[in-house]
């Protein structure tokens, strides 16, 4: 059965903070991994990492695939209150239905 | 990005009763339609697959003939909760998965609807 794992399941950091959010996956058929940021409505699109593509940064984001190690991580660098979310980490494997882990509550206090 | 919307945002309906969702790709063809479902603070759900003009594969504990979905286009997916009841109450998000300008094959999440059954 196909696993996506997240840690931590939340999390409480000072604005200006770095954080490192986690993701592992036991999946058949791997064909990406996906990073979304889900505040009150549907998940928006962060990252997509694949085998072709392992690392990705945008502004204070960036996230890194590490395909012997079944993992992804996703960086948030200088924090903002802003940022303060729900992470999901999803796989898409065979078929491309998104597998999702349960998230990261991310709250960033002024 | 990609633009995928859903009708209604927010629907309350009594129970025994039949409620509508629809998802339409807006400015791409979806090949591919996912419906999932968000219980609070849980996370995304798969519920099923449909493909353009054909049967929807549901997942395993979903009930194909409470939660019927059509797909009858490559730009709108519905999904019908038949005979509600309070514990379908739930957050219901499609995504849309098709070739874009911009990403080819990339999956795009519409806004989702809020569910609930009295």
């Known amino acids: 059965e196909d696993k996506v794992v997240q840690s931590p399941l939340s999390l409480v950091v000072h604005e200006g903070d770095t954080v490192t959010l986690n993701c592992s996956y036991e999946?058949?058929?791997?064909?990406?991994l996906l990073w979304y940021k889900q505040e009150k409505k549907a998940p928006t699109f962060l990252f997509m990492l694949?085998?072709?593509?392992i690392e990705k940064k945008s502004g204070r984001l960036s996230s890194i695939l590490d395909k012997k190690e079944l993992s992804s991580i996703l960086n948030i660098t200088a924090t903002q209150t802003g940022d303060s979310a729900i992470y999901l980490c999803?796989?898409?494997?065979?078929?491309?239905?998104?597998?999702f882990g349960k998230g990261t509550s991310l709250l960033v206090t002024p | 990005g990609a633009v995928v919307s859903q009708h209604p945002s927010r629907v309350i309906c009594k129970s025994g009763t039949s409620v509508k969702i629809e998802c339409r790709s807006l400015d791409f063809q979806a090949t591919t339609m996912f419906w999932y479902r968000q219980f609070p603070k849980q996370s995304l759900m798969l519920m099923a697959t449909s493909n353009e003009g054909s049967k929807a594969t549901y997942e395993q504990g979903v009930e194909k003939d409470k939660f019927l979905i059509n797909h009858a286009s490559l730009t709108l997916s519905t999904l019908t909760v038949t005979s509600a009841h309070p514990e379908d109450s739930s957050f219901y998000i499609c995504?849309?998965?098709?070739?874009?300008?911009?990403?080819?094959?990339?999956?795009?999440f519409g806004p989702g609807t809020r569910l609930t059954v009295t």
């Open positions: 999803a796989v898409e494997a065979s078929g491309y239905a998104l597998n």
């Open positions: 999946v058949t058929n791997f064909r990406s």
């Open positions: 694949t085998s072709s593509g």
């Open positions: 995504s849309a998965r098709g070739e874009t300008r911009g990403s080819p094959y990339e999956q795009y």
